[in-house]
């Protein structure tokens, strides 16, 4: 079975342009998480989704951030405009709750903004 | 936020020896996690803790989830060269994945041959 899948992998963009992350989680695990990684912070929760909805977004730093979850097997993390101190690898996790506290990972997207 | 302090940062070791790290919490959890990643990789689940005093091992790694719920060990016995990387302890306070986790700075491991 396939892991946690994001795209794309590598994210170079230029200061106040538009970027969109995307996961698709494990099939049939219907928890879904985002995560912000950096050298001064480490793994932050920025917010996760429970059958498709939103349930905690309190890590998300401002605004300029969005999470959506159309459906069970997809999602996106969106930061307009973008600044580069968001320069960090975003990872997406997944779980089958409520039946454990498991999350299994993507391989994570590594954001630079210039 | 809550905080989960882990120890050490960083561990030079020679191949053969035992490893320890710990991490301790402000407030308790209810379920323990120990995740390791490799460079360019997502983190991998080690081994997962759900009640206060249990002793879990996964081949030569044994973890231990604290009786006050505020601290858990992991143990990695006999290092070899791939057990290279940052390890990461991470606590949960619902019983059921329904929230995302908190994570510890990372203990980064290097080992020397």
């Known amino acids: 079975d396939a892991g946690v899948i994001q795209s794309p992998r590598h994210e170079v963009t230029e200061m106040g342009q538009e970027v969109t992350l995307r996961c698709k989680p494990i099939?049939?695990?219907?928890?879904l998480f985002w995560y912000r990684q950096t050298m001064m912070r480490g793994l932050e929760l920025l917010i996760y989704?429970?059958?498709?909805?939103?349930?905690?977004d309190s890590g998300m730093p401002e605004d300029r951030f969005s999470a959506k979850m159309p459906n069970a097997s997809f999602s996106t993390l969106k930061i307009q405009p973008s600044e580069p101190r968001d320069s960090a690898v975003y990872f997406c996790?997944?779980?089958?709750?409520?039946?454990?506290?498991?999350?299994?990972f993507g391989p994570g997207t590594r954001l630079t903004v210039l | 936020g809550q905080q989960l302090n882990q120890s050490p940062q960083s561990m030079f070791i020679q191949e053969g020896e035992d490893v320890s790290m710990n991490c301790t919490s402000s407030?308790?959890?209810?379920?323990w996690l120990w995740y390791k990643q490799d460079p360019g990789e997502g983190p991998v689940l080690l081994i997962a803790?759900?009640?206060?005093?249990e002793l879990t091992s996964n081949g030569r790694l044994t973890a231990q989830f604290g009786i006050t719920r505020k601290d858990s060990f992991l143990n990695i016995s006999a290092s070899i060269p791939s057990d290279v990387g940052i390890y990461f302890c991470?606590?949960?306070?619902?019983?059921?994945?329904?929230?995302?986790?908190?994570f510890g700075k990372g203990t980064h491991l290097i080992i020397q041959p």
């Open positions: 996790a997944s779980s089958s709750s409520p039946t454990t506290d498991t999350q299994y």
């Open positions: 407030s308790i959890f209810n379920t």
């Open positions: 989704f429970n059958n498709n909805v939103p349930i905690d």
């Open positions: 099939s049939g695990h219907n928890s």
């Open positions: 991470a606590g949960s306070y619902s019983g059921g994945g329904a929230d995302g986790l908190t």
């Open positions: 803790l759900y009640k206060a005093g």
